[in-house]
């Protein structure tokens, strides 16, 4: 890995005003106007430790604790500063969730919001999302964890690109879910991870998926650490572009509604 040296930049825009979030998207509301928490402009940096005030369930052992990370890591216990992603499993105890594990650097550019939520009208759009996806287990959600990375840039970056994706953690206080939503992917992979710093691209690129710590139990979203991460916007596991929907106390690995890959590109 190259070590980070320390870049004075610009920033995108003013924070204050973002919106909450894009008109008809598939992104569930997220913002400063819905409560949301937001991370501080530090690069890998991360939140403060989370307490969950309903515990979660991932890969057979609960959680109390999270942290959301700038990097594109949602991890239980311990935060995740790592900027160059690594392929699952990793066998070291530190479990976590990779909605996108790349090089953000949220002072050149973007926000990390998150909440936790019992609001009515969120929970049922999420009962009824996962009930249409899973038929065979109806769902209604009691709680929410929802974490939401808004137009972030990459370490290094020379663009105005910026990613926008969101995850969100759920239970019913039986089954657990996670839900992974991809908006807006401009790039993969920051400078210091051999990446281009006027495209985003090239060197290794992002990846996403589950890790539990142990040597058994991990999922890599296809197209993981390949070019090919970038059109994650278009494949699913539920047929609907851009979302990736998983039970996670019972992690079983799922079906996947997405091109094929060959020489990683999307044919």
């Known amino acids: 890995l190259h070590p980070k040296i320390l870049v004075i930049g610009w920033e995108f825009g003013d924070s204050s005003q973002i919106p909450d979030f894009p008109s008809g998207s598939l992104l569930y509301p997220y913002g400063p106007h819905q409560g949301d ?121 020379t663009s105005e690109k910026g990613n926008t994706f969101q995850a969100v953690l759920t239970t019913d206080s039986k089954m657990f879910y996670i839900i992974l939503n991809y908006w807006d992917i401009q790039w993969t992979t920051g400078a210091a991870s051999d990446g281009d710093a006027e495209t985003g691209l090239g060197g290794t690129p992002a990846h996403a998926g589950f890790n539990s710590g142990d040597d058994t139990n991990f999922y890599n979203i296809p197209g993981s650490q390949t070019n090919a991460i970038i059109n994650i916007t278009t494949t699913s596991n539920v047929k609907v572009p851009g979302r990736w929907v998983f039970r996670v106390d019972d992690f079983q690995v799922p079906d996947v509604d997405a091109p094929q890959l060959k020489n990683d590109c999307w044919l």
């Open 37 to 157: 928490e937001t991370n501080p402009k530090h690069d890998d940096g991360t939140s403060e430790a989370i307490a969950l005030s309903v515990p979660f369930t991932f890969f057979g052992k609960t959680y109390q604790t999270v942290f959301v990370n700038n990097n594109g890591v949602i991890s239980f216990n311990e935060p995740v500063r790592q900027y160059t992603p690594d392929p699952f499993p990793l066998v070291d105890e530190h479990p976590f969730v990779a909605p996108y594990w790349a090089d953000v650097d949220n002072v050149l550019g973007g926000d990390i919001f998150y909440r936790q939520s019992t609001d009515s009208a969120l929970l049922e759009d999420i009962s009824q999302a996962i009930t249409q996806y899973f038929p065979k287990n109806p769902f209604t959600a009691t709680w929410a964890l929802v974490a939401t990375w808004d137009h972030v840039a990459y370490y290094g970056s």
